[in-house]
Nanobody, 120 residues
Framework: QVQLVESGGGLVQPGGSLTLSCAASGSIVYINIMGWYRQAQGKQRELVATITAGVTTYADSVKGRFSISRDNAKNTVTLQANSLKPEDTAVYYC???????????????WGQGTQVTVSS
């Protein structure tokens, strides 16, 4: 019913930049919150950034380095990651809270994840 497809991960040197994109498709009536989470090996999944109604939130560890934006017309969310550090290495997941056609409530959906590796 809903697909979240991420792109843009890869290998980057410390100090470099990456742009992650996520596109939602399906019988979507409205998307409330969109965001990015990440999970490093051996660690729990953690919030990176979210955006809703133009309001953004960021994890303290990425403030000033990452920027989240959204295109409501295209149901996409983008994460611009700058000044990357080795500790940013993780699988990054797109998340969206979506109201589907015929549904009475919002549900959370996840992308398949994209690997970001920061290493020299």
């Amino acid at each position: 019913q809903v697909q979240l497809v991420e792109s843009g991960g890869g290998l980057v040197q410390p100090g470099g930049s990456l742009t992650l994109s996520c596109a939602a498709s399906g019988s979507i009536v409205y998307i409330n919150i969109m965001g990015w989470y990440r999970q490093a090996q051996g660690k729990q999944r953690e919030l990176v950034a979210t955006i809703t109604a133009g309001v953004t939130t960021y994890a303290d560890s990425v403030k000033g380095r990452f920027s989240i934006s959204r295109d409501n017309a295209k149901n996409t969310v983008t994460l611009q990651a700058n000044s990357l550090k080795p500790e940013d290495t993780a699988v990054y997941y797109c998340n969206a809270r979506i109201l589907l056609a015929g549904a009475s409530r919002y549900n959370d959906y996840w992308g398949q994840g994209t690997q970001v590796t920061v290493s020299s």
